[in-house]
C-alpha cells in the first residue's frame, strides 16, 4: 500500500533533466485543454518562473515502446497464465535484429521464497544475496536484476534504464556483492528475478498492435516504489494514473471470473 500523501507531492521540472518528465508535463496540459479548451495556459512560462509541475507518481500512454517503458497487460491475457495482469518493466528496446530484440522483467509476480532456498549455493553466509526475495522475472531463461541508488556514480559497470535503476544479469552478480560489501548499495536496493521476457522486435509490435499490452510511460518514482515495497496493486495503479478506458480496465473483473 503506497502513501497517498507522498505520491500527491508535486516535482518541479525546472529542475529535472529528465525528459519523460518534460513529456508528461505535456501531455497532462494537452489533457487539460481537451476538457477545457479555454483554459489558461498556464503552462506558458516566462524565463526565470516556475515550471508545470507534475505529482511524483504519474503514468500516461504513449504509441510506441522505448526502453525504460512498461508494458501493462490487458484484458486479452487474462487467461495467460504467465502474463496475465502483469507490468513488465522494458529494459532495452534492441533492434530489429533477430538476436537484439526487446527484452524486459516482470515487476509484479512475487514468488515468495528467498534465493537461499532455491540455489544452496546461496546458503553461504559469506553470501550477501541468501535472504533477499525473489521475483518471476519472465519465461526466457537467464536470471535478472534490478539495483537502484540515489547516486548513481556507485552504479557504474550496470546499464541504466531510467534515472536511479540500473539492470544486470547473472553474470554480474559478483560485480554487485562487491558494490554491497563496500556498502554502495543496501540489499533493500536489489531486487532479483528468476527469468525475464523477451521477443523479437516485429513480435513485440504484433502484440500491441493485437491489444496484448498497453504501452506507459511512468515516474521514476512509480518504479523504485515498485522495487521497494509490495507491487502487488501496480497493475491497478498504473491503469488509473493512465486515466480514460485504462481506469475501467483496471476495475474489469477477469474473463473468467465474470
Known amino acids: ?61 504513449i504509441t510506441m515502446p522505448e526502453a525504460g517503458c512498461v508494458l501493462v497487460a490487458t484484458e486479452v491475457l487474462d487467461d495467460d497464465s504467465i502474463f496475465e495482469r502483469t507490468v513488465i518493466l522494458l529494459l532495452r528496446l534492441g533492434t530489429r535484429g533477430t ?3 526487446p527484452f524486459g522483467v516482470i515487476l509484479n509476480r512475487p514468488l515468495y521464497t528467498k534465493i537461499k532456498h532455491v540455489n544452496p549455493s ?18 526466457v531463461d537467464m536470471s535478472m536484476f534490478l539495483v537502484r541508488a540515489a547516486d548513481n556514480s556507485r552504479l557504474k559497470g550496470f546499464e541504466e534504464v531510467i534515472p536511479g535503476i540500473r539492470f544486470g544479469f547473472r553474470t554480474d552478480l ?14 533493500q536496493d536489489l531486487r532479483f528475478f528468476v527469468g525475464h521476457a523477451a521477443w523479437d522486435y516485429e513480435q513485440l509490435l504484433s502484440e500491441i498492435r493485437a491489444g496484448y499490452w498497453a504501452v506507459a510511460s511512468c515516474s521514476t518514482e512509480l518504479i523504485s516504489d515498485a522495487l521497494t515495497g509490495d507491487p ?26 465474470q
Open 1 to 61: 500500500m503506497h502513501d497517498e500523501s507522498k505520491s500527491s507531492e508535486p516535482v518541479n521540472i525546472s529542475n529535472s533533466n529528465y525528459w519523460r518528465d518534460v513529456r508528461a508535463n505535456l501531455v497532462r496540459r494537452e489533457q487539460e485543454l481537451l476538457v477545457d479548451p479555454i483554459a489558461p495556459t498556464e503552462s506558458k512560462t516566462s524565463p526565470g518562473e516556475p515550471a508545470q509541475q507534475l505529482p511524483q507518481k504519474w503514468a500516461h500512454p
Open 99 to 101: 538476436f537484439d530484440g
Open 122 to 139: 546461496f546458503q553461504d553466509q559469506a553470501t550477501p544475496f541468501g535472504d533477499s526475495t525473489l521475483f518471476f522475472g519472465g519465461p
Open 174 to 187: 559478483e560485480k554487485a556483492a562487491v558494490l554491497m560489501k563496500s556498502g554502495a548499495i543496501r540489499s
Open 232 to 257: 502487488s496493486c501496480l497493475w491497478t495503479e498504473i491503469l488509473q494514473l493512465m486515466g480514460g478506458h485504462y481506469s475501467e480496465l483496471s476495475q474489469k473483473p477477469k474473463q473468467d471470473d
